[in-house]
């Protein structure tokens, strides 16, 4: 999906009716919506453990159809509908419970998310009596609060162990994710990285859509070649080039291929780019530093062809290696393959600047700083619900982080 980072909006715009019959559109705050659903869905005398579960599966759920663009994605003019068939139960104008609102204010911006994923939670829920569901079961999380169970505990007992719970989300407008202008041929970028991941996963339901290897961030002719496949495919203009029409319909087969609106999603994954050193890296070595280290070589690839491109997966291998030889090599530095301290900290400052001629944009993404750390995954206090020392999953401060901004941290999708 486009968006790495999800955000809480600030509005949401509810359809009044099913999504394909005309129906009003009402738009509120997000808080406003969620204490609308929370009144019309759940009793303000349940069990406060069983209120704050319920309250967080309904909004991670709005917070799902958000960030996978559900509704945009098919021509829709809104985020959300006010019908239980496929949605939430919104009532407009209804009166608002005191102790819910009081809850929704607390935890607006908190939702739940399966560990190692991105997307909040497609936490769908039912009543549990007359009718049932895969999801959280209503009547049955106030029974489970009744026998001491925490909201945590109530949420993993439905959507399983391996959800977390992460806070303090930022908060802003409503973002397309559409990348205007259109991406096409010799275009650089974090979007056309996210182009290149979606084609390469839609590829595997559809195999005649060539695969891009690597997905490095340059609308190369290989790129041009699946973007038009695609294209022909699906009935669009098959001219190579990554307009409206075709963003959309590709984050819509994304969205379906990866499952990322169900509960069972096979799950949206990201790494963060943290350029601090991270320690000696060599060959043999995994994970992020490594990851981190493979983006930046693939970025400077792209202007300097002694440098060969680099597959960013977090494995040092050969290829590794001799790329960070090409390097240290053309920069003066110890030619060992190993990138210490001098090596790190050199290839840093010619991404930074290979960087900046990058950017397109710079004045509606200006320079922030985005602090990362890990979502919680302890449970909360098993005799009340304070989240004070929940430990957070920081997110960027309401704008999407693109190429162009020189950040120490920076989210990138794979």
């Known amino acids: 999906m486009p968006v790495v980072i999800p955000y809480v909006p600030r509005t949401i715009t509810v359809h009044m009716g099913p999504p394909d019959q005309p129906a009003e559109n009402v738009t509120v705050t997000f808080p406003d919506y969620v204490k609308n659903v929370a009144s019309s869905e759940i009793y303000p005398t349940w069990e406060p453990a069983a209120i704050r579960a319920n309250i967080l599966a309904i909004i991670s759920f709005a917070l799902n159809r958000v960030y996978t663009e559900f509704y945009p994605s098919r021509g829709y003019d809104f985020q959300i509908t006010a019908t239980t068939a496929y949605d939430q139960k919104f009532i407009r104008g209804r009166n608002i419970f005191e102790n819910i609102s009081q809850v929704v204010d607390e935890i607006f911006n908190n939702y739940i998310r399966r560990q190692g994923y991105v997307e909040p939670l497609s936490a769908k829920f039912c009543n549990g009596t007359t009718t049932t569901c895969d999801g959280l079961s209503q009547w049955g999380s106030q029974s489970l609060a009744q026998q001491g169970l925490n909201s945590m505990e109530i949420l993993r007992h439905y959507y399983g162990n391996n959800i977390e719970l992460v806070v303090n989300a930022p908060v802003q407008d409503i973002v397309e994710s559409y990348p205007d202008p259109p991406l096409r041929l010799g275009s650089v ?138 390097y240290q090599r053309g920069s003066n530095l110890a030619a060992d393959g190993v990138v210490g301290r001098a090596t790190w900290d050199s290839i840093y400052r010619d991404f930074l600047a290979a960087d900046q001629l990058l950017k397109r944009d710079l004045e509606r993404f200006p320079r922030t700083a985005a602090q990362v750390v890990p979502a919680s995954t302890l449970e909360v206090s098993s005799g009340g619900e304070d989240y004070s020392g929940t430990s957070r999953f920081g997110q960027y401060p309401g704008r999407p982080l693109r190429l162009g901004q020189a950040d120490q941290r920076k989210a990138v999708q794979v």
């Open 189 to 326: 970028g974090q979007e056309v990285v996210v182009v290149q991941v979606m084609l390469n996963r839609i590829s595997q339901n559809y195999p005649a859509i060539p695969k891009i290897r690597p997905a490095q961030g340059s609308y190369d002719e290989n790129t041009q070649a699946a973007v038009r496949e695609f294209q022909r495919i699906f009935n669009l203009t098959p001219d190579g080039v990554v307009g409206k029409a075709t963003w959309y319909k590709l984050v819509y087969l994304y969205v379906g291929v990866v499952q990322l609106s169900e509960l069972l999603s096979q799950g949206q994954t990201f790494y963060n780019v943290q350029f601090v050193f991270p320690g000696v890296l060599q060959e043999g070595d995994s994970g992020n530093g490594v990851q981190v280290l493979q983006y930046m070589l693939a970025i400077l690839a792209q202007f300097d062809n002694r440098l060969s491109p680099v597959q960013i997966d977090g494995q040092f291998g050969p290829n590794t290696t001799r790329a960070v030889l090409s």
